[in-house]
């Protein structure tokens, strides 16, 4: 599967706990960062022996600062490069009050058929703590105005574990998010980023997260509200009705190649990860001048592919495949982790069941333990 991921880095605000490549009140660099977008799209489409895109994934940042014209025209020249296959999936980041029914049934007609919400809570004061732009009410009228443009395949990002927040108002988000009839959620726990306005919050005692016990009160909630609506957890923090899983992050998931373009974009090719300058404007300079947009690249060694692809797919709650593994990389997972394998199995972490390793119901709140110990 041929998978291409778009950076676009521009937001309306920033908000408190972001801590990805993202800046506010940049409109003069939209058109300028479009236009060394394109090109360098045009430069890793020449010469290449390509397959048609199966997956197309433009996020940020908040693609949808930019108009449907702009988001158009750029999938129109992505395709035209490569050509994209008959049953593409073409997801497009966006957040409520940065799109009109308008906005979105252009969006619909131009080719977008996998629409992502960044929603994070459906509480007004939560909101307002995480500096969102957006309110409860405005929320839930952007993904009604989705249905209406006509939007089959709708995802809500949720947060939990946020300051002020408890079991009652994450349940009530997740009842509104439910209620609104999305085919998947993405429901992630927040971490406190180093370097960002939250981390300086909380240490300085202005805001406090809810403690252990009540994250896990959470994770009950979670999963039996999602069960009850029909959703399937397929991944640690994603969950879709049978058939609407996100292709393109299962691609990652998986460990398989990645095409990337745009400020601060990771590209994974032939065992090669490069990343690319993350600055807009640094990086509309090197393309205009022709240069290589790559800050950084690491070629990873069998082993650490190895390992990785045991982590990455660990996510998923279907595993990994022991017989693929040693396909792809003549590694024996039992043998390369022996002992540590063998104690997280005892202890009903982790599940060896046939050709499939994954993680337990018991293990998922435990996950990034278990994944430290197998990396």
Partial sequence: MTSLYLHI?????????????????????????????EREIAGMAMGRNRDALATLFIGGGTPTVLTPTQLVHLIKQVEGLFGFTGDIEISLEANPGTVS???????????????????????????????????????????????????????????????????????????????????????????????????????????????????????????????????????????????????????????????????GSVSYLKGLRAKRVADSAQYIDLVGKGGSVIAES??????????????????????????ELYDRYAIDLKEHYGDTLSRLIGLFLLRLKGDRLHITEKGFPLANRIMAELV
């Fill in 101 to 263: 029914e308008g906005d979105l049934i252009a969006l619909r007609e131009g080719g977008v058929n996998r629409l992502s919400f960044g929603v994070q809570s459906f509480n007004d004061c939560e909101l307002r703590t995480l500096g969102r732009c957006h309110t409860r009410r405005e929320a839930e009228q952007a993904v009604r105005a989705a249905h209406r443009a006509g939007f089959k395949n709708i995802n809500l990002d949720l947060m939990y574990g946020l300051p002020g927040q408890d079991c009652d108002s994450w349940q009530q988000s997740l009842d509104t998010a439910i209620s609104l009839t999305p085919k998947h959620l993405s429901l992630y726990q927040l971490t406190v980023e180093p370097a960002t306005p939250l981390e300086d919050y909380i240490d300085t005692g202005k805001l406090s997260l809810p403690d252990e016990d009540g994250i896990l009160q959470m994770d009950t909630v979670t999963k039996q509200f999602c069960q009850e609506a029909g959703m399937r957890r397929y991944e640690i923090s994603n969950y879709a009705e049978e058939g609407f899983e996100c292709l393109h992050n299962v691609n990652y998931w998986r460990n398989e190649e990645y095409l990337a373009a745009g400020a």
């Fill in 9 to 37: 880095p521009f937001c309306k605000t920033k908000c408190c706990y972001c801590d990805f490549n993202s800046s506010a009140a940049k409109e003069a660099l939209y058109e300028p960062y479009l236009a060394a977008l």
């Fill in 298 to 323: 690491e070629e990873l060694s069998r082993e650490a592919a190895f390992r990785e692809t045991v982590v990455m797919g660990l996510r998923m709650t279907q595993g990994v495949s022991l017989r």
